[in-house]
């Protein structure tokens, strides 16, 4: 894991530097929002599910590693749901808020990813590319628009190994 903690930086970005218009356009907090308050209910969250915070972005490993590949593609998921991916890619790249040093085939700040569930209509999911990164690295889904809560990744990737568990989950406000 040499590789992962050489990633790793000590700069703390402020609740207001993760509001948007600042290093993000949309923000990575809500109005309001402070990142106390999403990291606790995200652990609270990944406390009920029975997952790490590693082990959900492991579940997005596999995707994000074909989207460097380029293009849309279908996926099956390790849960074995299939979807339909849409690969959005950016001249910009969107920097990890902590500073640190993101490898852009794990996780890209330069890609969105939309996920349909083929043979379900309905709205794609929008996973952003860092994601995966905010994720392992510190714990963080996100406030605002780019928000994917741990219990959609589980729902979508993995399988609930708490039975009953993705429902509660749910009504956990943020
Ligand atoms: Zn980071």
Redesign the pocket.
């Known amino acids: 894991m040499t590789f992962e903690q050489s990633?790793?930086?000590s700069y703390q970005p402020s609740d207001q530097e993760l509001r948007s218009g600042k290093i993000s356009m949309a923000g990575f907090l809500k109005e309001g929002q402070t990142l106390k308050q999403v990291l606790e209910r995200d652990e609270q969250a990944l406390r009920m599910l029975g997952y790490t915070a590693q082990e959900v972005a492991d579940l997005l490993g596999p995707v994000t590693e074909g989207v460097a590949n380029g293009g849309n593609f279908e996926y099956t998921a390790p849960n074995g749901k299939q979807y339909e991916v849409r690969v959005q890619t950016w001249l910009g790249s969107q920097r990890?808020?902590?500073?640190?040093k993101?490898d852009w085939r794990r996780s890209s700040g330069a890609m969105d990813m939309y996920f349909t569930e083929k043979g379900k209509g309905g709205e794609p999911v929008h996973i952003a590319g860092l994601v995966r990164?905010?994720v392992e690295?510190?714990g963080f889904f996100e406030g605002s628009s780019y928000r994917v809560a741990p219990e959609t990744i589980v729902e979508m990737f993995g399988i609930e190994k708490i039975p009953g568990s993705l429902e509660k989950v749910k009504k956990i406000k943020l």
Do not use: A
């Open positions: 990633e790793q930086s990890c808020p902590w500073r640190d993101v990164h905010l690295k510190h």
